[in-house]
């Protein structure tokens, strides 16, 4: 027995620009910087829902039912947002000791500098009163920045689903926003975790097992097992990644190498294991339903694979830990599994349509991940580009010719690797301004060895642990070849972020060079893919500079660009053990802005703060010159041709004229502390505002300074010495400098207390304009604008962002 007779819809346009009118409706929503009241949006989706019905009921008022929809799209996501904001944490309790008992509430994620896992709060007190949090924090437990740190004797005893109590100090969501960088707020926002924090005290209580959370329990008795079992540790991280999601088992540099190779969708649980294990588990359970007469009798055999395929499908998305994105696959498995169940045949357009509308309506915010349109653009792209080359070149291997067959298997498997990465390549650049040029390779040998063994493997090593030491070795040779390919000259290819026209020419261009259209129609795709590729950055003109002041949490980073140059002043704080602003924001945002080498890296002195991020930076790009107050046999001195900053130093880029101040010759010797030597750098140029970057000299530097330039020292900017510490922003210095803007870099809420109320009024009384990295984000200027700069906080605030 087969399917239900097979119906072609009924109206297929309307369908068609229904299920994208309510995704259209969501978008809208999702521009929306502050959030309406929730009356507004359930008035606004009780009068959509009114319209989509009249639509459909009588098609004379087809449009008013797209517009019902789109306004019911709009509506019922503003008011999900608004109980997901409502849970917010009270800023009372921000930055104190709060007294949290309650559950693990998943597998907590080991790294270098200690454990993180979500928490369930049962209660919460303060001061001995009960208070209300969140119900779900993310917390980390941290045990130190030292090599030498390991994790206690408790933080070893953390299992999912057991119940603790310990003092957690927490804050409201709150991350780094820089151009074109990740949006830590919108992530939390979409998994619904409306606090974070981290554990301040060894637990007194005993800790009970009990039987919450019985998945997460056994995701981690199922990684702490292959840990334990597989000996070499980058194998096991893969295998642990692979079988329950926990990606924090991959170390930073395979997650490097992943990524040079185009392989990081790969190690995840993406949207390709769970729909595999789909197809495979209803292979066999459609062959195993038609032995049975009375089952097939019941539920014809290709409905019972089809919905046996979803059931597997969503118990491996369940167990790999439910992350957003297996959510988003499973969602469109599950709405094409319900078409075939109701007998529609409908066009793949329509049938892509329709799952696209219900991950729409299940998470309304994936729209704004990357990994929404990869997934649904590659299965369209497959779609679009030959539907049915496949089958029919099956159908033409002569029958018990296995050879045959296995060639044209190998010929599909090529084509679809070379229309996915063809095709999704405007897509990557446009989300990461990257694509690997090796990726083809890799994925060629990495999906079908990932996919149909490895993964399989890693699953199926939990009832026969040895296989795992199988899986293990398989991945030997991979990891040799990815190797090699990362070695080759640019085996990542980098382009600036292109304007929207480019970005959409680029898109369609990607589109008509996989289809299958006539060559001539196929070569129009150069020419619109040209801008997207190759459109030049926009640079200052000569006489002129542009500063960006960079969010990068309690630390300093600043990027200089002239029309031909790039100085970096300080790399940011190195944030933990296997992190730091090197690597997560200033190697993203430079690549985004076309920049391919630095031409001076200066490290104002030797806080971890400030040269945190200088490593990566230093092995991820040229580095022409360095300059810094750093000792002389500092690990960083020899990765670059280095030269002490000194006052008096100068260089002029293109009509810039850029001079050291502090310190003097000879002081480094002498210094006491770092933070007495570090480099104080003055910009300028004719005609042009003059920028002073002050490291974190202390009050003495500035009186100092002070004395001998007085007039000479004033700058329309200032970056705030020392972040805003008591220590510094002497009034005789400001007296001096006389700034129109102070940018203070620092964390939100750090530790410090920076800037200090006290100086920041300081600078109020003198009218000065006040910028402060964890209100503003990142700060961008040009010297050329009259404009007194922009914050990308205000840039791209949405209602999901701190204010």
């Known amino acids: 027995m087969g399917d239900r007779p097979a119906r072609e819809p009924a109206g297929a346009r309307w369908w068609f620009a229904a299920m994208l009118a309510a995704p259209l409706g969501v978008a809208l929503q999702l521009q929306e910087r502050t959030l309406q009241s929730a009356s507004v949006y359930a008035a606004l989706a009780v009068l959509g829902g009114l319209l989509a019905f009249a639509g ?41 000791d709060v007294r949290l008992s309650g559950v693990v ?4 994620q080991s790294g270098p500098s200690g454990l993180r896992f979500r928490f369930e709060v049962e209660r919460a007190t303060l001061a001995g009163e009960d208070v209300t949090v969140p119900r779900f ?39 780094s926003l820089n151009p074109h960088g990740f949006d830590f707020e919108l992530t939390l926002f979409e998994q619904g975790v409306r606090a974070t924090g981290y554990v301040r005290e060894v637990p007194a209580q005993t800790v009970e097992e009990g039987a919450a959370y019985p998945v997460e329990r056994l995701r981690q008795r199922v990684r702490d097992a292959i840990l334990a079992r597989v000996a070499d540790a980058r194998a096991a991280g893969v295998l642990a990644a692979l079988a329950v999601g926990d990606q924090g088992a991959i170390e930073r540099e395979d997650w490097e190498l992943f990524r040079t190779t185009g392989l990081s969708h790969l190690m995840a649980i993406s949207g390709l294991h769970i729909t595999m294990f789909a197809w495979l588990a209803a292979l066999a359970i459609g062959a195993l339903w038609r032995r049975s007469p009375r089952a097939m009798l019941a539920l014809p055999a290709p409905q019972a694979a089809r919905w046996g395929g979803l ?53 309304p915010w994936a729209l704004l991940q990357p990994g929404f349109w990869l997934s649904f653009a590659a299965v369209a792209l497959l779609m679009a580009a030959e539907p049915g080359r496949d089958a029919q070149d099956a159908a033409r291997a002569r029958p018990g010719a296995w050879w045959s067959r296995l060639v044209a298997a190998m010929h599909g498997g090529l084509r679809t690797q070379l229309v996915a990465t063809l095709g999704l390549a405007p897509l990557t650049l446009l989300f990461f ?8 390779f890799a994925n060629l040998v990495a999906i079908p060895l990932i996919t149909l063994l490895v993964t399989p493997l890693a699953l199926a090593g939990c009832l026969l642990p040895p296989l795992w030491t199988l899986a293990a070795a398989l991945l030997q040779p991979l990891f040799a070849w990815l190797q090699w390919l990362a070695r080759l000259p640019a085996a990542l290819w980098f382009v600036p972020v292109a304007p929207g026209w480019a970005q959409a020419a680029g898109l369609l261009g990607g589109v008509l060079l996989v289809l299958p259209l006539p060559a001539r129609v196929r070569l129009l795709a150069l020419p619109l893919l040209l801008p997207l590729l190759a459109t030049p950055p926009q ?25 031909e140059h790039l100085l970096v002043y300080d790399a940011g704080p190195q944030y933990s053990r296997e992190s730091d602003a090197g690597q997560r924001v200033l190697l993203p945002l430079l690549r985004a802005r076309g920049e391919r080498a630095i031409d001076r890296l200066v ?3 030797r806080d971890l703060d400030h040269v945190g991020g200088a490593p990566a930076l230093l092995a991820a790009l040229p580095v022409h010159a360095l300059s810094s107050s750093l000792a002389a046999d500092h690990q960083l001195a020899a990765l670059a041709p280095h030269q002490p900053c000194a006052a008096g130093q100068t260089w002029v880029w293109d009509g810039v004229r850029f001079e050291f101040l502090h310190p003097p010759e000879g002081a480094l010797e002498a210094a006491a502390r770092p933070n007495t030597v570090s480099c104080v750098l003055r910009i300028a140029a004719a005609g042009a505002p003059t920028t002073l970057l002050t490291g974190d000299i202390e009050r003495e530097q500035e009186l100092r300074l002070a004395g001998r330039f007085g ?19 002497a009034p005789l210095f400001l007296d001096a400098v006389k700034p129109r803007i102070a940018v203070v870099q620092a964390g939100y809420r750090n530790r410090f207390g920076h800037p200090a109320e006290e100086v920041a009024e300081r600078y109020r009384a003198l009218d000065v304009a006040w910028v402060v990295s964890p209100a503003c984000g990142a700060w961008q200027w040009r010297s050329d604008e009259s404009e007194p700069g922009r914050c990308q906080r205000e840039i791209a605030r949405r209602y999901w962002h701190r204010e």
């Open 56 to 96: 459909w009921r009588w098609r004379r008022v087809a449009a008013l039912g797209l517009l019902g929809l789109a306004l019911l799209g709009f509506g019922s996501t503003g008011w999900r947002a608004g109980q997901r904001l409502a849970e917010e944490l009270p800023a009372a309790i921000e930055g104190r």
């Open 105 to 108: 509430a998943s597998l907590p």
């Open 137 to 175: 924090i993310a917390l980390g437990w941290y045990s130190g920045f030292h090599e030498d740190a390991t994790l206690s004797q408790p933080q070893r005893e953390l299992r999912a689903g057991q119940r603790w109590s310990f003092d957690a100090r927490l804050r409201r969501p709150h991350g």
């Open 311 to 363: 059931v597997v499908a969503f118990a491996y998305a369940v167990f790999a830990g439910w992350a957003v994105p297996a959510q988003r696959t499973v969602w469109m498995l599950a709405a094409v599994v319900v078409l075939r169940g109701l007998g529609l045949r409908w066009p793949w357009p329509l049938v892509l349509g329709f799952a696209a509308l219900v991950v729409t309506l299940v998470d």
């Open 433 to 440: 301004q990257q694509v690997s040029l090796v990726g083809f």
């Open 539 to 563: 640079r200052p003109p000569p006489g002129h500079y542009e500063l960006v002041a960079v969010d990068v949490g309690q630390g300093t980073a600043v990027l200089v660009r002239t029309r």
């Open 603 to 605: 490290l104002s002195h």
């Open 711 to 729: 007039d000479a020292l004033r700058a329309e900017v200032l970056l705030v010495p020392h972040h805003g510490s008591r220590t510094s922003s």
